[in-house]
């Protein structure tokens, strides 16, 4: 294996330096804003925004410091940052892979959902302090149906959870490898309206993120002629004809 090298130095900087990603194609929702505020505001700032002083441009961080120029109200302030020096070229390639899950690894049901028992059972749990739904802990976990007590949450939300639970087990156990991650894959759509257009036409529940392929497939057959694609998916996702 080739050496890896440390290729950032810490600076502190002046916020006026740094410049937004005009391109950054990452977004991100009003929950997921919230939870990320709440996480900053209890926690701070644990890791530095990735800068590329060459350009001056943010790489990765625009989220964080978003919030953070919001808790200052005004004015310019020091900042560390972790300073790269790279070409336009590559600094476009970091905005991406730096952001990419796919390349982070992903959280093993079982050892999580041992982890989340552990800390529950020690008072050391708290959801919010992970930036975590209920719903998202279900999804990505294997903790016991009675793991929310019914005062923590509502009786909709339990079921939801049990839903995504059921939904997780049936797609494991219908994929030979167990242990292998790779078989599922994720829609991108243009907007939040055009995903639930989508989901209405083919009469699939629009609470629902998780389906067997056989369903989906099932589906589409079945009401693929109210369905333009063209009106749903992002212009960029539609290969140019030459």
Same mark, same amino acid.
């Given at each position: 294996?080739?050496?890896?090298?440390?290729?950032?130095?810490?600076?502190?900087?002046?916020?006026?330096?740094? /410049?937004?990603?005009?391109?950054?194609?990452?977004?991100?929702?009003?929950?997921?804003?919230?939870?990320?505020?709440?996480?900053?505001?209890?926690?701070?700032?644990?890791?530095?925004?990735?800068?590329?002083?060459?350009?001056? /441009?943010?790489?990765?961080?625009?989220?964080?410091?978003?919030?953070?120029?919001?808790?200052?109200?005004?004015?310019?302030?020091?900042?560390?940052?972790?300073?790269?020096?790279?070409?336009?070229?590559?600094?476009?390639?970091?905005?991406?892979?730096?952001? @990419?899950?796919?390349?982070?690894?992903?959280?093993?049901?079982?050892?999580?959902?041992?982890?989340?028992?552990?800390?529950?059972?020690?008072?050391?749990?708290?959801?919010?302090?992970?930036?975590?739904?209920?719903?998202?802990?279900?999804?990505?976990?294997?903790?016991?149906?009675?793991?929310?007590?019914?005062?923590?949450?509502?009786?909709?939300?339990?079921?939801?959870?049990?839903?995504?639970?059921?939904?997780?087990?049936?797609?494991?156990?219908? @994929?030979?490898?167990?242990?292998?991650?790779?078989?599922?894959?994720?829609?991108?759509?243009?907007?939040?309206?055009?995903?639930?257009?989508?989901? @209405?036409?083919?009469?699939?529940?629009? @609470?629902?993120?998780?389906?067997?392929?056989?369903?989906?497939?099932?589906?589409?057959?079945?009401?693929?002629?109210?369905?333009?694609?063209? /009106?749903?998916?992002?212009?960029?996702? /539609?290969?140019?004809?030459?």
């Amino acid at each position: 294996m080739k050496e890896i090298r440390e290729a950032y130095e810490m600076m502190r900087i002046q916020r006026s330096k740094i /410049t937004a990603a005009s391109y950054n194609p990452r977004a991100i929702s009003d929950e997921a804003r919230k939870r990320l505020k709440h996480q900053l505001e209890t926690k701070g700032l644990v890791m530095p925004l990735v800068w590329n002083k060459r350009t001056g /441009t943010l790489i990765s961080g625009h989220q964080r410091l978003a919030l953070m120029d919001s808790s200052k109200k005004g004015g310019d302030y020091d900042i560390n940052v972790a300073a790269i020096d790279v070409s336009p070229k590559e600094e476009r390639e970091l905005n991406v892979a730096l952001n @990419n899950q796919s390349a982070m690894g992903e959280f093993d049901p079982e050892l999580l959902g041992k982890l989340l028992e552990e800390m529950k059972s020690d008072g050391s749990l708290s959801i919010g302090e992970m930036a975590f739904t209920e719903s998202d802990l279900a999804a990505i976990s294997d903790i016991p149906d009675d793991f929310f007590e019914e005062n923590e949450t509502s009786e909709k939300m339990i079921s939801d959870i049990q839903g995504m639970k059921d939904r997780r087990k049936k797609a494991r156990e219908g @994929n030979e490898e167990k242990d292998d991650a790779n078989f599922y894959i994720g829609i991108v759509f243009s907007d939040a309206k055009s995903l639930d257009v989508f989901m @209405n036409k083919l009469h699939l529940p629009k @609470n629902e993120r998780y389906f067997l392929a056989r369903k989906f497939f099932g589906a589409y057959d079945a009401h693929r002629g109210t369905v333009d694609l063209d /009106t749903l998916v992002p212009p960029r996702a /539609t290969a140019k004809k030459k």
